[in-house]
């Protein structure tokens, strides 16, 4: 008999919730009979929504939570004061193994915290990440930090690319990942006092295969499947990739627009556009986990719409499938990183 995935969803969290994510949710059932959703927010506002749609019944059901943690509220103080949010609510079900993975657009700071709090590290592991998969030339990258760790340490980024390497083999399939660290050049004299003390812990990590700094440049040309790099970095990356993906898109479209010619020209080379854009929107790849947890959370983005919500939902069948926590736990773990 095949194994239902139960995802918690925080439907209450995000800029288009809950239409957006309740749509998601439909979806995501539609598209796969493995997957179990269980939607947390206010029962007659999640209800309402469902009501739009047509699903069975039993695949999606709704989890009471009369609380919502707002972006602007302090963190630490909300998950404690807010028991009753959708988002504490939702971590509570992974913690007690009524859920295998939690999903929020919602507050960040809540999630990064209640992930800790709540959910738990394995044992072992110094600092969760949060790692998206973005778009390059050649496919996907995994950003390894791009919001949660601000102030890391050097050995901080050595789990971390140690984590990214567990994740891209056994979700992506990419065998030996090539893992590279954020620098301002090549050389590995080169950069801040972070990269220059962990490049030669990375250099002479055996579990990992380093392939040395890379350039922002670079990132887009897929030169490294794990970018491994501390949050303040890691976020201006990520949002000046998504910031200049949809300018992109937006002169293109006006472009093509701009008169007869080029209106012809972009009917000829709509087909092969539409894919290359598609290749290139984020939100095909799902949400970020925050890996490092006894259980899966998953971050999607504030402003997730509908797909992102779907393919954040599917990403966690193939995350719990290929068992990442437990090889995570098992690998690194049950042994913290020694420092000279």
């Not at 919001?147 to 030996?176: C, P």
Request: hydrophobic content about 40%; glycine content about 10%.
């Amino acid at each position: 008999m095949q194994e239902v995935i139960k995802v918690a969803v925080d439907a209450m969290g995000g800029d288009y919730a809950p239409g957006e994510i309740v749509k998601g949710a439909v979806n995501a059932v539609t598209m796969r009979q493995d997957i179990k959703v269980y939607l947390v927010g206010h029962q007659d506002v999640v209800r309402k929504e469902l009501e739009k749609y047509s699903y069975q019944s039993s695949r999606i059901e709704i989890i009471h939570a009369q609380e919502v943690i707002e972006t602007a509220e302090p963190p630490v103080m909300a998950i404690r004061r807010k028991k009753q949010s959708s988002i504490v609510v939702g971590m509570n079900m992974v913690k007690e193994g009524k859920a295998d993975a939690f999903i929020s657009a919602g507050s960040s700071g809540a999630i990064l915290v209640g992930g800790q709090v709540i959910v738990g590290r394995i044992k072992g592991i110094e600092r969760p990440p949060l790692a998206p998969l973005i778009p390059t030339k050649k496919g996907v990258s995994l950003l390894i930090d791009c919001g949660a760790n601000v102030d890391a340490r050097s050995t901080h980024l050595v789990q971390f690319a140690k984590m990214g390497s567990i994740y891209m083999e056994n979700v992506l399939g990419i065998q030996n990942p090539k893992v590279a660290i954020v620098n301002i050049g090549a050389e590995e004299e080169k950069g801040n006092a972070l990269v220059k003390e962990t490049f030669p812990l990375l250099k002479n990590c055996p579990d990992i295969n380093f392939t040395g700094s890379i350039e922002a440049r670079d990132i887009p040309n897929g030169e490294a499947d794990v970018i491994v790099c501390e949050a303040f970095v890691g976020n201006v990356i990520l949002k000046l990739y998504e910031g200049l993906s949809k300018t992109l898109v937006s002169v293109i479209k006006q472009g093509m627009m701009g008169s007869l010619k080029s209106k012809i020209g972009g009917l000829l080379v709509k087909p092969a556009l539409k894919k290359t854009l598609k290749d290139f929107d984020a939100s095909e790849y799902g949400g970020a986990p925050l890996l490092g947890l006894k259980g899966l959370v998953v971050k999607t983005h504030g402003s997730a719409t509908a797909k992102e919500v779907t393919n954040s939902i599917i990403q966690c069948v193939t995350f719990k499938e290929q068992e990442i926590n437990e090889k995570i736990r098992k690998n690194i773990g049950t042994s913290p990183i020694e420092t000279e």
